[in-house]
């Protein structure tokens, strides 16, 4: 069965450094996105991406956040100075019907920012 | 009110129990409404999606109450491996397609 993937499971990083996540989506799929979920707490949307675009973001996906597509297949989430806050496990998604419909998570990536 | 709301739980059921939760949404204008379950410390894996006539596969029912703004789920003869935090997801909203996560219900299977 097709799944999302993502790189690394855990990232230690010390605060003020810049952190790249990556993720592989379901290959046929169009639609991405990245969400965030602080230890106990809900996951939160992040930003969505859609033709090599930004569809949509969150009040919290700002300027220090970005995403790429480098290629056909990865998709990043840069974070360019991280704060004590950013730590969270961070999942990448996927979905082939548009957005807002099924929603196919990767395991995520622990981020832990000393 | 918030958004997305659930009764966080936990729900302690023995084996072969049935077990309903509800969630409640605060925006009339969603379209469209799915059950997430969630283990610990594990991705949210998409158990179904709710249609407003419902929906049921297997054990599991899900139901869509416009009227009043909540949808549910229903899972009949608990085994253990259902166990898990179930995450009512809701989206879009207005002219968003933003999908809201709430906190998650968590169920204890025991034997």
């Known amino acids: 069965e097709p799944e999302v993937t993502q790189t690394p499971s855990h990232q230690v990083t010390q605060m003020g450094q810049e952190v790249i996540l990556r993720c592989v989506p379901i290959s046929n799929h169009l639609y991405f996105y990245w969400y965030r979920q602080i230890l106990g707490q809900k996951v939160e949307f992040l930003v969505s991406f859609y033709n090599n675009e930004i569809s949509e973001k969150s009040e919290i996906f700002d300027d220090q956040f970005s995403v790429e597509r480098p290629d056909g297949s990865n998709f990043t989430l840069k974070i360019r100075s991280t704060k004590l806050e950013d730590s969270a496990m961070y999942f990448c998604a996927s979905s082939n019907t548009g957005q807002g419909y099924e929603q196919y998570f990767g395991p995520g990536t622990r981020l832990t920012v000393t | 009110r918030k958004e997305v709301e659930q009764d966080p739980g936990p729900f302690n059921v023995p084996e072969g129990a049935t077990v309903a939760f509800n969630c409640t949404y605060s925006?009339?204008?969603?379209?469209?409404f799915f059950w997430y379950r969630q283990d610990c410390r594990k991705e949210p894996k998409l158990l179904m999606s709710v249609y407003s006539s419902g929906n049921e596969d297997g054990r599991f029912t899900a139901q869509l109450n416009r009227a009043s703004q909540y949808i549910s789920l229903l899972i009949r003869d608990s085994k253990l491996s259902d166990s898990a935090t179930y995450l009512c997801?809701?989206?879009?909203?207005?002219?968003?397609?933003?999908?809201?996560f709430g906190r998650g219900t968590s169920l204890i299977v025991h034997p």
């Open positions: 925006n009339s204008a969603s379209q469209s």
């Open positions: 997801v809701v989206g879009p909203r207005g002219g968003s397609y933003i999908p809201t």
